[in-house]
């Protein structure tokens, strides 16, 4: 099945890409689990950035109700005394949504051993998200955590495994000059020989196009085939995507 663009219309004037997105991790973890070996479990993740605020007004009303609780038991309260800050301004955070598949080792207490990073309309809108993106795949691949990446995002140009591959000092003759702002790619760091070796497997993506499957490697002589068409159709048609 074709892939849609889930980021204008008309899918965009019905479903949210934030639905979509926080989906597909759960739709291919469900086809990871099947294929691991006993172990090894996989689990999605999701970080809303600050889709979701805090409630201020609560939380003072809890601190205060907590020191009405503290005069009514007799205990004495002092509030500390704290140097003004040295620094102080307004700073935009930005809206760094996050969803990945992690795969774990559970009998290396719970290492982490792979990774998939879905990339969100936030990991590419500028130049500093995208650094931030790049620079914990790069981190992961250090610690050898496998790590693929996924970027169906139509809006927004750039391509982070590029970039990853730029962070590294490697190049990949597929990419081409004018990388793809839609790809999946995955990538690995192994040892061989006493030096570090790394690996990758790059694929374009297009629209009106099935997904390509990738190798995620979760040890150094195993991998399991990530199923994205297949989980992408999942996700579509249990969000009533058409």
């Keep these: 099945m074709p892939l849609r663009d889930h980021f204008r219309p008309p899918i965009s004037r019905t479903f949210g ?10 739709m ?43 005069a009514d038991s007799g205990k004495a309260t002092v509030a ?27 009998e290396r207490e719970k290492t982490l051993v792979a990774a998939v ?14 650094l ?22 139509t809006n927004r140009s750039g391509n982070l495994y590029a970039e990853l591959l730029g962070e590294l000092g490697v190049t990949d003759s597929t990419v081409g000059v004018e990388p793809p702002s839609l790809y999946a790619a995955s990538c690995r760091t192994r040892t061989n020989k006493h030096r570090n070796r790394f690996d990758a497997w790059a694929y ?6 099935p997904l390509p499957a990738l190798p995620l490697w979760y040890a150094p002589d195993r991998a399991v085939t990530l199923d994205l068409e297949g989980s992408y159709e999942d996700t579509c048609q249990l969000l009533g995507i058409e």
Aim: charge should be negative; hydrophobic fraction near 40%.
């Design 28 to 70: 291919l973890v469900g086809r990871v689990r099947r294929l691991l070996p006993p172990g090894y479990i996989a689990e999605p993740r999701a970080r809303m950035g600050q889709y979701f605020e805090l409630d201020i007004g609560a939380f003072e009303h809890q601190n205060r109700s907590a020191d009405v609780n503290d």
């Design 204 to 209: 374009p993506v297009v629209l009106g196009q």
């Design 80 to 106: 500390p005394t704290i140097a003004e800050p040295t620094v102080s301004a307004d700073i935009d955070i930005g809206d760094q949504h996050e969803y990945e598949v992690l795969i774990y080792d559970v």
């Design 117 to 130: 990073e879905f990339v969100s309309l936030g990991n590419k809108d500028r130049a500093e998200h995208r």
């Design 17 to 26: 890409w934030e639905g979509f997105h926080g989906t597909w991790p759960s």
């Design 132 to 153: 931030a993106f790049v620079a914990k795949c790069s981190a992961l691949l250090q610690r050898n955590v496998s790590v693929a990446i996924v970027d169906v995002v």
